[in-house]
């Protein structure tokens, strides 16, 4: 036992010494270290992880009014989701959550036409996605192989500048019964195929572990 947790230190700290080519010495080390944080939350846990709709609340203003702008300036109208479920995620470069890209990636992957992923990048906490929206798309597309819709960076919280993407889905009396805005990066909402707002997973729940079906 103890051998094998000298090899798993050895290992990390040797993970930690290789910089990945395309990223500052932060970002490789937090992705590195990605996995033992999300284990640190499934020990630890939060009744706040998870909030659902469980009453099945229709939302007063129509999610398929929404508009966004992506990063390369092309306008996406949400009228266009109708039939498939929606995955929105407030995201960031240089946070330990960052790691999650490769998983909602997967999810873009797998579920195809069937789900739609749309990131939206943020500096709302601790300042950690300083970049331009082309260094955003650019970094996302080197390191994690997006391939889902990201937006220009907007704030997501609640405060003047807040998306109206987020407005809605932050606001109970336009989408029927969340409040929850973003608790920190990488949170993630949930939209059925009829634009009803099913649920909000915070950054400590895997996008692996959204029940999509």
């Known amino acids: 036992m103890k051998k ?16 990945r080519k395309n990223m500052t010495w932060r970002q490789s080390i937090l992705k590195t270290l990605y996995p033992i944080i999300m284990l640190k939350g499934k020990l630890m846990g939060n009744k706040n992880d998870i909030l659902l709709n469980t009453s099945k609340v229709m939302p007063p203003l129509s999610f398929y009014d929404l508009t966004a702008i992506q990063s390369n300036g092309d306008t996406i109208l949400f009228s266009s989701f109708k039939g498939k479920k929606v995955l929105i995620v407030n995201t960031a470069s240089d946070c330990g959550f960052t790691g999650q890209y ?14 739609v992923i749309l990131g939206f ?16 798309a650019a970094f996302c ?3 994690y192989g997006v391939s889902f819709p990201l ?18 889905l932050s606001n109970s009396s336009i989408n ?4 929850q805005s973003p608790a920190w990066n990488f949170c993630k ?8 707002l099913t649920g909000y997973y915070n950054n400590m729940v895997s996008p692996l572990t959204i029940p999509i079906n």
């Open 102 to 115: 490769d998983e909602l990636e997967a999810l873009h992957q797998q579920y195809g036409n069937q789900l």
């Open 4 to 19: 094998t947790l000298i090899a798993i230190v050895i290992l990390l700290v040797a993970a930690l010494l290789v910089k």
């Open 151 to 168: 937006m220009k960076k907007s704030g997501v919280g609640k405060q003047s500048n807040q998306h109206k993407v987020f407005e809605w």
């Open 141 to 143: 597309k080197i390191n």
């Open 189 to 196: 909402y949930l939209i059925d195929e009829n634009g009803v």
């Open 121 to 136: 990048p943020s500096n709302d906490f601790k300042e950690q996605e300083k970049k331009s929206d082309d260094e955003i």
């Open 176 to 179: 029927g019964w969340c409040n």
